[in-house]
């Protein structure tokens, strides 16, 4: 598939080499030279210097009809603007533009309504960490099924009931209900276990389950920690404002900014929320703040440099949670494994809802994890997919790198065996761990 990327930033540069990656053509226009240079020997990366909205650089891009374009920049109004150029002129396939902030959303729903899909990476970050605040001890937490039901990963302690034991005995201390774990991540290795799999001490272990069933679950891993109720966050920029407007009612919140014209936005912004114009990275300020009665503490601001070292700072100081925001990736290599508790990445979540208009088939949501290392799949069963209807799950001889852990099927959701029948219009969560796994499960599908 030709893709054409618009900026080259931390973001849209990203996405172009996660792309380019998977045998696509990926052209990437930006008017930072910089940027381009960072992508310029990646192999299947073809680059333009210039305004990625002029009508003369998408067509020496090659945009047409058959071509995905995706506008990436950090401008709201060049990624409107060529959304508009590209469909009307270029009759583009399909249109992924980013919005920043929620300011043009509604007028952008009605200039362009042909974009197939606004992305706003701020929103997303927001809702993962907004649901990882409600369930301590979570590591991720990911939708599907139209959020009937989540996959989450949870370290596993000495504490927890299963640990030592058998997957196959989870189904005797949670007898009234079904859950699945498609995926252990051990010494730096993901593996697909089956039920005769010993859960270890240090295991991150993924598992499928209602959400009101999380803290069940979890209870088996590890010792279900207290609900979070101070919650500091660093960085009062379009996430840290997001967030704390969202959850302000639920815990109590300390937002902390630097820049104060950022700060006195957001006092006008947020009502009922403590915002302090000082420097999260300051040891002498973060313990006159009483940082030991920290539940979690959220390092969101532009900075990756900033929200690695306040969290470091913040956890040294007595916090007990921290969730760190980090956009490149090289810093994930740096940061010690037992250093920082929970690290996001905006540029994984960004890549995961960007490729569900890659993959074969109808793709209701698709989730990379442990930094793309296996990628989990919600698929619709439709005439694309004739091959599977009627087949019971063994009948498909699956690998030992790719699982069927669940199926949602009308208005409910069962727990997938290996006799469990595939109907029409069945969504299947698939998870796998290389895309050739994913390649050999669609020709068995058609």
Known sequence: MRIIILGGGSIGGSVAKELSSEENDVIVIDNNNEHLEELKNKEGIA???????????????????ECLL????????????????????????????RLKGSDYKEVALKIAPFVDYFINPEDLITEEIKNLLHHPGSLEILDFAEGKVK?????????????????????NDLPDYETRIPAIYRNEELIIPSGDTTILEGDEVFFIADEKHIEDVTKELQQLENKYVNVYIAGAGNIGRSLAGK??????????????????????????????????????????????DCDAFVAVTQDDETNVLCSLMAKKLGAKKTITIINKEAYFDLVGKNELDIIISPVQITVSHVLKYIRKGTVSNIHKVKKGMAEAL???????????????????????D???????????????????????????????????????FYNKAR
Do not use: W
């Open 247 to 292: 959850i302000n009612d639920e815990f109590n919140i300390k937002l902390i900014e630097k820049n104060t014209e950022i700060s006195e936005l957001a006092s006008e912004k947020l009502d009922n929320v403590l915002i302090l114009n000082a420097d999260a990275a300051d040891q002498e300020f973060l313990g006159s703040e009483a940082i030991e």
């Open 378 to 400: 919600e698929l619709t069963v439709d005439e694309a997919m004739s091959g599977l209807k009627g087949k019971c799950i063994s009948d498909l001889d699956l690998t030992g």
């Open 151 to 171: 996959l989450v990963s949870v370290c596993a302690k000495p504490s927890g009931i299963l640990v030592g034991r058998q997957i196959k005995e989870l189904k």
């Open 47 to 65: 680059t333009i210097l210039g305004n990625a909205s002029s009508p003369d650089m998408l067509a020496e891009a090659g945009l047409n009809s």
């Open 70 to 97: 995706l506008c990436l920049t950090d401008s709201e109004e060049t990624n409107l603007l060529a959304s508009i150029v590209g469909k009307e002129q270029f009759k583009a396939g399909k249109i992924i533009c």
């Open 402 to 440: 790719i699982t069927i852990p669940c199926i949602q099927r009308e208005e409910g959701v069962l727990m997938a065996h290996g006799t469990t029948e595939i109907n029409a219009g069945d969504h299947l969560i698939v998870f796998y761990k290389s895309k050739e796994d994913l390649d050999i």
